[in-house]
């Protein structure tokens, strides 16, 4: 069993749209990250978070320690957004990065 | 701008040889990965570094080896490649205590 969750898997939104992405994990973390990943492969760092909530222009992330729940927001989603965003958690049990299997983000135009 | 470089991009080759991809930063970054991945599916650990002479597996058992001979390179060797190692793979690096983790944009490997 994956030690993150995802979901939904696969969303599909018109532009403009609010999108909201969550993530749950099930054991302690120093820090919870959100990537993303176009087509082609290649792995963009959004957001390191470890509590409360960062926000970079149209994307925010936040994180409930508590609840072992974070979430990725993109408001006024536009058709460049579309990728698969990954929610990854360092362990504290060691500094490697246990990933999420994604969602895969189509934005509409 | 691309701080992590991966070479080749893309490369298809013939069963049984022998293939080196690497993957160099510029950071001075202490940390270094390797992650495979299947389409559609999540990210593996392969190996990982935590500076040079150190190398360690991964989660993910995997024929191939790595070196640490210089801090900025990590270069991964298949002896022998096989069409089960078809597959994306990605380095990464970071400073010591997670503080960010900086990808590079993969290499896609087909064996045929």
């Known amino acids: 069993k994956n030690e993150v969750e995802q979901s939904p898997q696969n969303l599909t939104a018109q532009e403009g749209e609010f999108i909201t992405i969550n993530c749950s994990y099930s054991?302690?973390?120093?820090?919870l990250h959100w990537l993303q990943q176009h087509p082609g492969g290649g792995i963009v760092s959004l957001f390191m978070l470890s509590s409360g909530k960062k926000k970079h222009g149209r994307l925010i992330a936040t994180i409930n320690i508590q609840e072992k729940h974070s979430s990725l927001h993109i408001t006024a989603s536009h058709p460049r957004d579309s990728a698969v965003y990954i929610c990854a958690e360092s362990s504290l049990r060691d500094d490697k990065i246990i990933f999420g299997k994604g969602t895969r983000l189509h934005i509409l135009p | 701008e691309a701080d992590i470089y991966q070479t080749p991009r893309y490369l298809v080759i013939g069963t049984g040889k022998k293939i080196t991809l690497e993957c160099s930063q510029t950071m001075g970054h202490d940390k270094m990965y390797w992650y495979q991945q299947d389409p559609g599916m999540e990210l593996h650990l392969i190996h990982y570094?935590?500076?040079?002479?150190?190398?360690e597996k991964g989660d993910l058992s995997s024929e191939s080896t790595v070196s640490r001979i210089r801090t900025e390179h990590f270069p991964l060797t298949l002896e022998s490649a096989r069409p089960s190692h078809t597959s994306q793979y990605l380095c990464a690096s970071s400073v010591a205590g997670n503080y960010g983790y900086t990808f590079g944009s993969g290499t896609r490997l087909t064996v045929v």
């Open positions: 570094s935590y500076g040079v002479n150190s190398t």
């Open positions: 054991v302690g973390i120093s820090a």
